[in-house]
C-alpha cells in the first residue's frame, strides 16, 4: 500500500517536473581508502553531470544521493538501509571496496533493489543473488589475465607471489595462479601480508635470493608503491606485475622516483584509448578535480551510466523493472555513447563483459602495454 | 643475511627515535605518554607542509622540531601538569583522548590522503651486489648515532641531565633537594618531543609517504620498547629497539607474516617480563 501511495506521489511530482531521478552511492570518503573514496565520488558526478547535461533520464535530472561508509563494513549496511528505506532510491552503486561491498549486498538483495559494484573484485559479491551486478573485473578473471601478461607477455618462468591479506588480494591471486601453473609456469615462492605494511625488506631479501623472472604482486597503491620502491632499492630488477589496485596517481607519486617505471598492470582504464568518451572523461576529470583520473573514478562513472542506462531502458524507476532491464545493457547504443572503461554489458552471471588493457607505467602516467580480449580468458 | 641486518639497524633507529623521547618522559613522570606519537605525526606532517610552501629542506626540519618542542612543553603544562596528583589513570585517558583528537586534528588540517615526502639527499646510496642502503636508510643511521650521542653527553655532563635523572629517580626528593621539578620535566618534553619529530620525519623520508594517522601503530610500539628495555632506561631502550627490529626483520624473513609484525613485538614483550619483569636493563621499582 504505501509503495503504491509512493509511486502515485512520484507520478504526480513528475508531471510537475520537481521530481529527480535518485542514484544511491556510497564509498569510502574517510578511513584508509579515502584517496580512492574520493576518486569514486568524483566519477559518480560526473557521470551525473554527463546525463544532466544530455537532459537527464525519463525527462528528469538525476540526482546522486550519496553516503560515506568509513571503510567499515557495518556503516555499508546502514547505509543500505537508510538509502533504500529512507531516500527511496531503486538503484545503487557500490563506489566502496569488496568487503564493504560483501555486507551490503545481502541487504539490497533482500530489499529487492539492484546494486551494481563499481571496482569491488571478490566473487562472492555477485554470487549473493540476482539484483547485484559488476562493472568492475571479478578478480579471477583478472589474476587471469595477470597470468597470461606474465607468461605469454613477458615469459616469465619462475614467478613469486606476494599477496594483500583480503578478499581483494587472495581472490586474485587465486586466479593468477590456477592459470599461470596451466600456462606452464612455476610459483617459486608465494607469501600474504598484511594490510597497511611498510616494511617488505626482509620479504624482498628472500625474494632476491630465489632469483624469479617476474613478482606478482597484489597491493593497494600506497603498499605498492613501498613494494616497488623497496624491490628496485634491494636491487630486484624483475618485473613487477600488479593490478588495477595500482592504478591511481597516487601510486607513481608515493614511490620513490622512478621506481614506478616499468611495472605493467592489469586494469579497467586504457588511458591512450582515442574513444571521445575516454579523452572527454580525462580531460574533463583533470579540469574539474586538479587530479588524473584513475581507474576507481572510471568504473565508478560506468557504473552510474549503466544504472541511467537502465532506468532509461525500463523507462520506469521501479527497482524490479531497473534490475531486468540492467542484465539486457550493451555497450555502443545509440542514445549514450560508450563506456570509459572495456565494460560491454553484463553476462548471465550478472558479471561484466570486458576487455581487459594491461598498462605500463613510464616517464609520468600508465601506457597502453597489452590487452587480453580471448573470450575463453575474460568471460567469467 | 648481511643485507636484513642492516635493514634491522635502520628498522631499529625509528623504532629508537620515538622511544628514547618516551623513555625519557615516563622516566621522570611514570605516566603513559600516548600522545607521543602524535607530536611524532606532528614533525613529519609539518615539514612536509612548510617543504611544499617552498622552504628549504633544512629550515622546514628546524621549524618543525622546534614548533614539536612547543608542543610537547604544551602537552605537559595545558594537560598533565594539573592532574599528576591523581594517579596514573586519570593522564593516561587524557593522553588518549589527546592523541586521538590531535589525529583528527591532522586529517582536517591536511586532509586524509598518504602524501609523499620526496627530497633528493646529497647523501650517496650503498649498492653493492648484496647488500643496498640507500641514502635515507644512511641520514636514519647517522642522526640516530649523532642523537644517542649528544643525548648522552646531556645526561652525563651537563646540570640539566643531572636534574633529570635525579627527578627520574625520585621527583619528590629532587625538589626536596632544591631542584626546580617542574622546569626540569618541561625541559623533558622539550627535549623528548623534538626527538618525536624527527623520528617521525626520518621515517616519513625512509617511507617517502606521510599521513594523519602515522602515529597509529608507533603509539603503542613504543611502549614495547619502553618496557623490554627496563621502564625510563635509556640504555634499555636502545639496546631494545634493535633487538626489536632484528627479531622481527628474521621471523618476517624466515616465515613470512604468519603473524602481524605488532603480534611478534608483543609476544616477545610479554615473554621477556615473565621472566624478567624489570625488563632488560630496568632496576626493579620499589
Redo the contacts between chains.
Sequence with gaps: MAKKVFVAFWILLSLLGLGTIKIGFFAPI???A??DGASALHGAELAVEYINARGGVLGQKVELVWYDDNFKADQAVNIAYKLVQQDRVAVVVSGSYSGMTRAAAGIYQQLKVPMISAYAVHPEIVATGDYIFRVGTLATVQGRAGAHLAVRKLGAKRIAILTI?NDFGVSLTAGFKEEAIKLGAEIVFE????LG???F???L??IRALKPDAIYATAYF?EA??LV?QAR???IFVPIIGQEGYDSP?FA?????GAANGVVITTDLDRDSEKPIVRWFIEEYAKKYGLDADMVAASAFDAVIAAIKAIALAGSYDPAKIRDALASIKAGDKELEDFVTGFRGFTEKRESLRTITCQIYLGNRFHWFWEVTDPKIVTP | MLQNVVNALVLGSSYLMIAVGLTLIYGILKILHIAHAGVYAFGALFTVYLYELGLSMVFAISFSLIASSLLGAFIYRGFYKHVLERGRIVPLVMSVGLFAAMEDLYRLLWGPYKRPFDVHLILPDLITPNLYLGSKGILMLICTAIVIFLLYLLMIKTKLGKSLRACANDLNLAGAFGIDTDRTITYGFLIGSALAALGGILVGLYDNTVYPTMGSVPSYKAFVVVVLGGFGSIRGAVMASYILALVETLIVYKFGFLLPRDAIAFLAMIALLMFKPEGLFGKVQR
Design positions: 574517510t578511513g584508509p579515502a584517496a591479506d607469501q600474504r601480508y598484511p605494511e611498510t616494511d625488506r626482509p620479504i631479501t628472500r600506497s608503491a613501498r620502491s632499492q634491494l636491487g597516487q607519486k608515493l614511490a620513490e622516483a
